[in-house]
């Protein structure tokens, strides 16, 4: 059997991720099916609509893709007989020989089926736990689905002996073992995606929980906090650069006491979760420019980069922190923290910090 981890590669894949969500029905419908909830089993395989070569992906999962539309289709098949929809279940079987035309399970209930359809056999009522279905009794190797004491009731002779009752029997039991194996194996991916989907949630509460505790430690007179799902900005209500990259002296003292307050929240964090946990921040610190006649209007500026390293001089100076602990870019001069207006001009000539969460190192 294929190692889940393998499996589970790349389950944002679209065509993966189908063919996931078809293990995972196949295998409700199947239990479904064994505990005599016929009406749910039905339900959760029409919900795949019409399947066929379009379901089976390329590549390593086509293989495995192949044996669960295969038995998905002979599922429903056995569910449609089961509820003496004899044409419904002879079109699954039909789909079935279409893309496997040796296929042991499809072979033997089209068999018994068009002896029925003869009049060599016939179908009559099966009461199972207060419900009365209505089945081919003839189907009894062929439908069985397992499981739960159940099973479609046998008898009738219709000529063809011993043997062959036997060899249809066998054809389903390696039909029930192949269902049996893709619901194993379907049953180890949902457990695999549980526990992704169980790891992202709690690695978006801690990432949740570290923005919380920068915005709060941060807060201060002069500068505005925008707190984003992912990040958390922080804006200088007045232009930190009067000009060029020249630095005002109310800039460079919320910048110094930001570093300190950085280091120390890096400490924080990092004494709260224990050493090689990853858990800390990254500081992006943005330069922006005004667009000027006769200068690009667009695209970054070598000012606005200037200024962002200066701005990562100060966050430095006074604190634990080294200038390699910050990314330094230029914004687009049409990006200002500000609307580009003449008034906003002397505001927009300024950096600004976009803080996030570290992601923790990949488990070993």
């Known amino acids: 059997m294929t190692d889940v981890t393998d499996d589970m590669a790349d389950v944002t894949d679209p065509a993966r991720a189908r063919a996931l969500s078809l293990q995972l029905a196949v295998n409700r419908a199947h239990s479904a099916a064994r505990t005599g909830d016929l009406d749910l089993a039905a339900r959760v395989l029409d919900e795949l609509g019409e399947l066929g070569e379009s379901d089976e992906p390329s590549g390593p999962d086509a293989h495995c893709a192949h044996a669960t539309v295969l038995a998905a289709l002979n599922l429903r098949a056995k569910v449609h007989a089961q509820r003496g929809e ?3 279940a002879d079109a699954c079987w039909s789909r079935v020989e279409a893309l496997a035309p040796d296929d042991p399970d499809a072979a033997a209930g089209r068999r018994t089926l068009a002896k029925i359809a003869a009049g060599r056999r016939h179908a009559r009522p099966v009461v199972h736990t207060g419900r009365v279905a209505v089945v081919a009794a003839a189907l009894a190797g062929v439908a069985l689905i397992g ?13 063809d002996g011993d043997r062959r009752s036997s060899d249809s ?15 194993r194996r379907a049953d180890a991916l949902k457990e695999r995606l549980e526990a992704l989907e169980a790891g992202d949630t709690a690695a978006a509460a801690r990432r949740g929980s570290t923005l919380d505790a920068v915005a709060e ?7 505005e906090i925008r707190r984003h799902a992912d990040d958390v900005q ?6 930190v650069f009067p000009y060029d990259s020249v630095i ?19 400490s924080d964090l990092g004494a709260g979760a224990g050493a090689g946990s990853g858990t800390g921040v990254e500081t992006t610190v943005v330069g922006h420019s005004v667009a000027v006649p006769g200068g690009a209007p667009s695209g970054g500026s070598v000012v606005a980069l200037n200024r962002a390293r200066v701005a990562a001089q100060y966050l430095a100076q006074d604190s634990d922190l080294r200038l390699t602990d910050f990314r330094l870019v230029s914004a687009d001069q049409r990006r200002g923290p500000f ?16 803080i996030t969460a570290k992601e923790p190192p990949p488990a070993p």
Do not use: H, K, Y
């Open 248 to 266: 005002g002296p109310q800039g460079a003292s919320a910048l110094t006491e930001i570093g300190r307050r950085l280091a120390d929240l890096e």
């Open 234 to 239: 922080l804006v200088f209500s007045t232009g």
């Open 217 to 223: 430690r941060l807060a201060m007179p002069g500068v």
């Open 86 to 88: 004899l044409t419904e």
């Open 169 to 183: 029997v066998a054809e389903a039991d390696t039909g029930s073992e192949r269902l049996r194996e893709e619901s």
């Open 147 to 159: 499981g739960g004491g159940w099973l479609l009731a046998t008898g009738g002779d219709d000529g």
């Open 339 to 354: 609307p580009a207006t003449e008034a906003n001009a002397p505001r927009n000539r300024t950096v600004t910090l976009l």
